[in-house]
Each structure stands twice: as C-alpha cells, then as structure tokens.
C-alpha cells in the first residue's frame, strides 16, 4: 500500500503547526521542536527489520523513510532521540527497542492483547506477577504480555506508545505501561499514519484557538 498523499500532507501540516506553536505549547513539543531527523535509507530499515527478524507495518515504513527518523538528541533520557509526534515524539529507528524488555525476541511473537479483554481479564493477568515470582518469570510474563509490540514513543509517567507488528492490528498504535497492572488500549485509528495526522490536525486546531486575536485601533473601529 502507498501512503503518497498521506505523506504529503503530513508534510504540509507539520509545518503549518511549527508555525502556528511557536511557543511550543502542544504537550510535549518543547521536547521534541517539531524538528525531525533526515528520513531512514532503505537499506537501515532492511537491516533494523533483519536484525530483529520483524517486518515494519507499511505505514510506520512510510513515515520514517519519507517524513523523518528521529529529532533533537537527549543523552541518558527516556525520550531519547524523538521525532516531533504525538506526547514527546517519535524514537528514531533502533533507540530504545528495549526500554521495556531486554531480550528482543518477544517482537516476532504473535500479538498477545486483544481488545476484548476486560479490566478484570487483565487484573487476573497482573496478579500472576506476584511477589513470589521470580526475576526470570517475570521477565518471561513481560515479553508474552508485550508480544508482537515495537515501543516508539514516551507518554510520560510509565507510559508508552507502541507499534503492534502482528496480526489483524498490525499498524495499530497501542498505549502501555510499565506497571503491568494498567491494561494496554488501543487508539482509535486503524494504522499509525492516520493516528499521526489526527494528532497533528488537533494540535493545529488547538493552536489556532489559542492564537491571539487582533484588536483594531479605536480610531479604526468606525
């Protein structure tokens, strides 16, 4: 699937929003300046995608080969090196892969969540990390909990932004947490470009409202 126009506009309105905030006063834009780095080559994509043995969603592949791969560098941060996006940005391409797991592996597995599980499903879900469970389950019940997600962004908090690689969501933005105990959800949106440009179609309508008015002089009114 092309995603050319997308693109395009995405392109268009995020300098329109770099005009219009210029106070940075979007959440998170102070972090991430609405600056993006030069987009990824094919041959980083091809590399990143065989080291990790995944295949990126299309329209997550569009966005860092054709807008940008990652932004203004913060040494030792957990926003790391982040494109302007949705909260404090978008990881560039390898940053970060295991903020949440260090063994990788967990990425070629199948989806685990699905959207119909209940609080309670979930609750029942986190019970099972215990005190008594020991360090290695515990990583092992991360990395089946977390199946199938690639973290692309800091929320804030103990809050993520996730890439779900497998599946009938593949594309599909999700939002998680460290702590286990607070059930993943997925965005409305049916694939990270459209999640994309909705964020910046609100910014840009948040902007303009916040856009001071201009008073004509008095001597003007009549």
Same mark, same amino acid.
């Given at each position: ?6 693109? /395009? ?12 905030? /210029? /106070? ?6 102070? %972090?991430? $300046?609405?600056?993006?780095? /030069? !987009? ?11 080291? %990790?043995?995944?295949?990126? =969603? !299309?329209? &997550? ?8 791969? +990652? *932004?203004?560098?913060? !040494? ?9 996006? #949705?909260? &404090? +940005? ?24 699905? #959207? ?9 879900? &986190? ?5 008594? @469970? ?9 990395? $089946?909990?977390?199946? *199938?997600?690639?973290? @692309? +962004?800091?929320? +804030? ?12 969501? $593949? *594309? ?11 059930? =993943? ?18 910014? @840009? ?6 856009? !001071?008015?201009?008073?004509? #002089? ?5």
């Amino acid at each position: 699937m092309y995603y050319t126009e997308q693109v /395009r506009r995405i392109k268009d309105k995020l300098k329109t929003i770099k005009s219009l905030d /210029r /106070r940075l006063e979007i959440f998170g834009a102070d %972090y991430h $300046k609405y600056y993006l780095g /030069r !987009p990824a080559y094919a041959h980083e994509v091809a590399e990143f995608e065989a080291k %990790y043995k995944i295949t990126l =969603p !299309p329209c &997550y592949k569009s966005f860092i080969t054709e807008v940008g791969n +990652g *932004g203004i560098e913060y !040494p030792n941060s957990i926003v790391g090196n982040s494109a302007a996006g #949705p909260n &404090y +940005g978008i990881y560039k391409l390898e940053t970060l892969v295991n903020v949440l797991i260090q063994n990788t592996d967990y990425l070629q597995n199948d989806f685990f969540f699905n #959207p119909s599980m209940t609080e309670a499903t979930w609750e029942n879900i &986190y019970e099972n990390l215990g005190q008594d @469970i020991t360090d290695e389950d515990y990583d092992r019940h991360l990395e $089946k909990v977390f199946s *199938g997600i690639l973290v @692309i +962004g800091f929320c +804030g908090c103990s809050g993520y932004q996730g890439l779900v690689l497998n599946g009938k969501e $593949k *594309g599909r933005v999700i939002y998680l947490y460290d702590e286990v105990e607070y059930r =993943p959800h997925l965005a409305d949106e049916s694939n990270f470009l459209d999640w994309y440009e909705n964020w910046l179609d609100d910014a @840009i309508n948040k902007s303009k409202v916040a856009q !001071p008015k201009t008073v004509k #002089p008095w001597w003007r009114v009549w």
